[in-house]
């Protein structure tokens, strides 16, 4: 199993609208994808940065899962690389 871990910075003006595109249009599109798991996404709003992992079968389909960026960038949030790692400790 593996983890995809991407981070990044929003504008606390757009955290609403962040949190509903995620919701009900990138979290459909994840549920679809062969391996998907499990998604978290998190914010600290007092330092305007964000977390959002999922998880997935293969390391492969962790690495083809790219989301569509675009939509959420409009908001002004910034993504650094996203990474992967494999779980190798669950409780």
């Known amino acids: 199993m593996y983890i995809r871990v991407t981070r990044g910075r929003f504008s606390p003006a757009n955290t609403d609208e962040a949190v509903r595109l995620a919701r009900d249009q990138l979290v459909p599109v994840l549920k679809q994808r062969p391996?998907?798991?499990?998604?978290?996404?998190?914010?600290?709003?007092?330092?305007?940065?964000?977390i959002a992992i999922s998880e997935w079968d293969t390391?492969?389909?962790?690495?083809?899962?790219?989301?569509?960026?675009?939509?959420?960038?409009?908001?002004g949030i910034r993504f650094e690389a996203s990474e992967i790692f494999e779980v190798t400790v669950e409780a």
Do not use: V
């Not at 391996?35 to 964000?50: E, K, P, S, V």
């Not at 390391?59 to 908001?75: I, K, N, S």
């Open 35 to 50: 391996g998907f798991r499990r998604y978290h996404a998190g914010l600290n709003h007092d330092a305007g940065t964000l």
């Open 59 to 75: 390391r492969e389909q962790a690495q083809e899962a790219e989301m569509a960026r675009g939509p959420f960038e409009a908001l």
